[in-house]
């Protein structure tokens, strides 16, 4: 056991293990590393973050200043129903990236905190039709000229999930006609077409001047054939 664990561990590169005691003895593995997403969504997630991150830098003093008074109105999620103020720099990203997502401008000065009504969007219905699955969320009501509705999605999983990470932004809710949106060519460009009897989960986010409020979640099954 000694001799092929000192085996194994000599073929691999320094840091490709992983290492942890059991009831029977150290164990050690190989180390998995997460599959790169590199989808055009992705890159542009990526690339808002490393430019929010550098622009913070080119801030004044005033407006950093400004971002630190406002995190008195914001938190950050930290665990089981505990928070911790965001420091300004992590609000300038995190309200910068929203923004960015929804397709505006990158800000200055930290918005006017938004008050959210409740989120219009409703169950996820997977149909069939012709050979060809169609996806569409209810929407009850527009939400309002200054409120975007972002749309996130999460890989397929299996019909037993009732919970899933992680989520991608997918883009921004299309407009609903006759009370639903169709989501579904914003879905299958990002995870490709769900099989059959596989299970989908989507959220949405209201978004106002880069501020979000608590994701709302969905799913439904992909119909049998």
């Known amino acids: 056991m000694n001799m092929k664990t000192k085996g194994f561990l000599q073929s691999l590169t320094p840091g490709a293990t992983v290492s942890y005691m059991t009831r029977y003895g150290l164990v050690v593995r190989r180390r998995s590393f997460p599959r790169q997403v590199n989808t055009e969504a992705a890159q542009r997630s990526r690339a808002s973050f490393g430019l929010a991150t550098q622009q913070w830098g080119a801030l004044t003093d005033t407006e950093r200043a400004a971002w630190g008074r406002r995190t008195a109105q914001a938190s950050s ?43 219009p969007v409703g169950a996820l219905r997977i149909t069939r039709k012709g050979g060809e699955i169609e996806m569409q969320l209810s929407v009850a009501c527009n939400p309002g000229k200054q409120v975007l509705v972002l749309l996130l999605g999460a ?6 999930r009732y919970s899933t990470t992680p989520y991608a932004i997918l883009g921004l809710l299309p407009a609903p006609k006759r009370g639903v949106s169709n989501i579904r060519s914003q879905y299958v460009k990002r995870y490709g077409v769900p099989a059959p009897g596989q299970r989908v989960f989507i959220r949405t986010r209201q978004l106002i001047n880069g501020w979000e409020d608590e994701p709302k979640e969905t799913n439904a099954l992909v119909p049998v054939l």
Do not use: D, T, W
């Open 77 to 119: 999620r930290q665990g089981l129903q505990q928070s911790r103020p965001l420091s300004g720099h992590a609000l300038y990203v995190k309200i910068n990236c929203a923004r960015a997502a929804a397709g505006l401008a990158f800000v200055r000065l930290p918005p006017k905190v938004a008050r959210f009504g409740p989120n």
């Open 155 to 160: 890989a397929p999983c299996s019909a037993g």
